[in-house]
């Protein structure tokens, strides 16, 4: 059996029941909208289990499911060797969001990385502590801004309303992903002007360990190829 893990509420989900339904497979709730059991039709071999979007990576990565939908970001971001643990088998072209680095809109001579880079040094002298950054995206943000070789900040967990951080004063900028832009401007941030750490969108993975599966091997090739994909 085949287990396909989908988000479990929201557009990721509905997005993701369309993607499967274009492509002949009909996944539903079993019951009401807040039954965590689904239902596949048009697939042999399937079965649908709805997980948060955030629990997929793991649950790929310890072979409890055998494919999953999730965003590319989360994948990166929980799974720190994810290339070993998981294959990215298709993007699905919806659930598209940019992980960017923002600072207050106030900040006026704040535009680039190598602002922040500076900004932030003279933080830590005139503050005695190191400019916060607010974020659930703890290994992207800190890898990338490694890269770029900022090195006085650091960063505080923020698992939700991110961009709230810098007016309750807990943060001076946020690593958050971002789509129409709208909860920056809400919050009276700005994106820093930069490639962005991450560009996501949804996507189909398949767990490493049930690819190399005997057994699964040609089950997951003929429901691959029923959607018109390969491993
Ligand atoms: N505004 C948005 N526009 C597009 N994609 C988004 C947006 N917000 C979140 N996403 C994407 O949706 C996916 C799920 O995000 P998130 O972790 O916020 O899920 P959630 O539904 O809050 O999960 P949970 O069930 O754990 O609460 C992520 O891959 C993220 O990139
Ligand atoms: O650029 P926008 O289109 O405004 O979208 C961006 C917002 O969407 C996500 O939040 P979500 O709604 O998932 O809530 P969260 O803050 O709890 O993560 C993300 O964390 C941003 O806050």
Same mark, same amino acid.
């Given at each position: 059996m085949i287990r396909l893990g /989908?988000? =479990?509420?929201? #557009?990721?989900?509905e997005q993701t029941f369309d993607?499967?339904?274009?492509?002949?497979?009909?996944?539903? $709730?079993?019951g009401s909208d807040r039954e965590y059991s689904g239902k596949v039709e048009g697939a042999a071999g399937v079965s649908l289990v709805l997980l948060s979007a955030g629990e997929i990576p793991r649950e790929?990565?310890?072979?409890?499911?055998?494919l999953g939908v999730t965003g590319t970001d989360l994948v990166r971001e929980k799974l720190a060797g994810w290339r070993s643990d998981v294959v990215e088998i298709a993007e699905m072209g919806?659930?598209?969001?940019?992980?960017?680095l923002a600072v207050p809109a106030c900040w006026r001579d704040c535009e680039t990385l190598d602002d /922040?880079? =500076?900004?932030? #040094?003279?933080?830590?002298l005139s503050h005695g502590f190191r400019l916060r950054i607010a974020t659930k995206y703890? $290994?992207?943000v800190r890898a990338w801004l490694s890269e770029q070789e900022v090195a006085d900040y650091q960063l505080?967990?923020?698992q939700g309303a991110t961009e709230g951080t810098v007016a309750n004063l807990t943060a001076e900028a946020i690593a958050d992903i971002t789509s129409s832009g709208e909860t920056l401007r809400a919050n009276h941030l700005k994106i820093i002007d930069a490639e962005p750490i991450l560009r996501s969108q949804a996507t189909l993975f398949a767990s490493r360990t049930a690819l190399d599966a005997e057994t699964l091997g040609p089950e997951m090739a003929r429901f691959l190829d029923q959607l018109g994909l390969a491993a």
């Open positions: /989908v988000p =479990s509420k929201g #557009r990721l989900m993607w499967f339904a274009a492509r002949g497979v009909k996944l539903s $709730r079993a790929l990565a310890a072979g409890r499911i055998e919806f659930g598209h969001a940019d992980l960017i /922040v880079a =500076s900004i932030a #040094r003279d933080f830590r703890h $290994r992207l505080v967990d923020s």
